[in-house]
């Protein structure tokens, strides 16, 4: 299974875009990459998810580099309410388990 | 739809005790799930089921039980309670594989003492 990469934590200000990298240099042709959240104490929530193309939904956007070994997540105007822990998942096949690490924590400051 | 609902919210246990957190879906999706997420640490599957009368083992199984008897309806059991179960429980269900989008519970947060 292709690995991911995210640094613990980082903060951006309410109202800017924030920026959540992540690696994944080991990532097959036909897998694709998923973001999930988790605001505190609630369970995870599906953000958006991609294979090769850049993606948006109205929640986010997803761009994937060319070579797929990173991609980055995007919430264009970050609110208070993004304050969460952000997972970014490499999903090997349709029947494959989606493995959680430790994500990213952001926090979003006023 | 209320999507994936979870009862209790929160439950304390004695060591040696038993319980059922309950998990239902209105979505009718074939694909359900246990997980648990200790404190500070991602989520680990604990066991999964892709359709009624269908369970498997995921990560992290010892101590724990499940059926399907419904599409509807995955309860997990506890029988033998024991600290190392403290943890928060999510259920969460799916359309179709394990990969695809996931919808998850509000959970149920257990302290075995």
């Known amino acids: 299974d292709a690995k991911t990469t995210q640094p613990p934590s980082m903060d951006c200000a309410e109202g800017r875009a924030a920026n959540l990298p992540c690696n994944h240099s080991?990532?097959?042709?036909?897998?694709?990459v998923y973001w999930y959240r988790q605001i505190h104490s609630q369970g995870p929530q599906y953000i958006i998810h991609?294979?090769?193309n850049n993606e948006t939904n109205e929640m986010a956007s997803l761009i994937i580099t060319e070579d797929r070994k990173s991609s980055t997540l995007i919430l264009p105007h970050a609110t208070l309410r993004d304050t969460a822990v952000y997972y970014c998942?490499?999903?090997?096949?349709?029947?494959?388990?989606?493995?959680f690490g430790k994500g990213i924590t952001l926090s979003v400051r006023p | 739809n209320a999507g994936v609902t979870q009862t209790p919210k929160f439950r304390i246990l004695k060591i040696g005790q038993s319980m059922t957190l309950q998990c239902t879906q209105d979505?009718?999706?074939?694909?359900m799930y246990w997980y648990r997420q200790d404190p500070g640490m991602g989520l680990k599957l604990i066991y999964y089921?892709?359709?009624?009368?269908?369970?498997d083992k995921g990560e992290v199984p010892n101590g724990y039980n499940v059926s399907r008897s419904t599409t509807e309806d995955f309860p997990l059991r506890l029988e033998l309670a024991a600290p190392s179960q403290t943890s928060v429980y999510f259920c969460?269900?799916?359309?179709?594989?394990?990969?695809?989008?996931?919808?998850f519970g509000p959970g149920t947060r257990l302290l075995v003492l």
């Open positions: 991609g294979l090769k």
């Open positions: 969460a269900s799916s359309d179709r594989g394990q990969g695809e989008t996931q919808y």
């Open positions: 089921s892709v359709g009624a009368g269908i369970t």
């Open positions: 998942i490499v999903r090997p096949g349709a029947n494959s388990k989606l493995t």
């Open positions: 080991t990532i097959s042709g036909n897998e694709y």
């Open positions: 979505m009718n999706h074939n694909y």
